[in-house]
């Protein structure tokens, strides 16, 4: 690493951010002796025409204008494509911290040339990175959404549903399967809207809209606080523009308008 590069450095789950030079300038550049040549760093992919590293570091530097950020600030700092690299960063980062050692032997393993993969020199198990697929659900009917709420929301926030993939489970029948245990009724017409990497901690969001097939809303207590419908014209809260759940509840409302 002997180029200039931008980097992602994270302490204690913040990531060090330069403000007031706009967005190109949010994670500081340099080379790799500029931050004191970072342990065990991962390159990421590039931003900005350059490359981009990341690494745990057992203190921040000293830059000025620099502070600790919380990952989902940087959404608002400098946009999606900056938040999504930002995202893959900490996802790597936490898989390099949790196989540091062998699942199967427990050896010590090695950053394995050429991929992504922790290597066990001792047994040969190759560990990547985790993705856990999850489904979100819109489900309509006529002029009417159903959205729900977590205990773990913000207070006021209502949201489609959604829920992870089982093994052995199709993204069809987890959709399904997680619309009848979360609030009890049967959905139809099943359709893809977009996916998007979500990285708190690892997941993958498949989000759908579905129509309504029948049965009466029955929140589950363990997992909704409460369920509903809402009119189009008369939604509650809503998450906020950096999850898909807000693009799939904005998506339905335009097509509502089109129509």
Known sequence: MTQTAYWILRYEHRLLTITGNGAESIFPSG????FGHPANALPIGELHGRPCYAADVAQLPEIPGSEPTPLR???QLAGSETFALAGRATQLLDWQNNHRFCG??????????????????ACGLLAYPRISPAVMVLVRDGDKLLLGRSPHFKPGVYSALAGFVEPGETL???????VREEVGIAITNLRYFHSQPWPFPNSLMVAFFADYAGGTITPDPKEIEAADWFPLDALPILPEPISISRRLIDAACQQADKS
């Not at 080379?31 to 500029?34: K, V, Y």
């Not at 069809?172 to 997680?178: F, K, V």
């Open 31 to 34: 080379l790799a002796a500029d």
């Open 73 to 75: 600030a940087i959404f």
């Open 104 to 121: 199967k032997c427990g050896s010590a393993t090695v950053m394995k040339t050429g991929e992504l993969a922790m290597h066990c020199p």
């Open 172 to 178: 069809e029948e987890c959709a399904a399967r997680e």
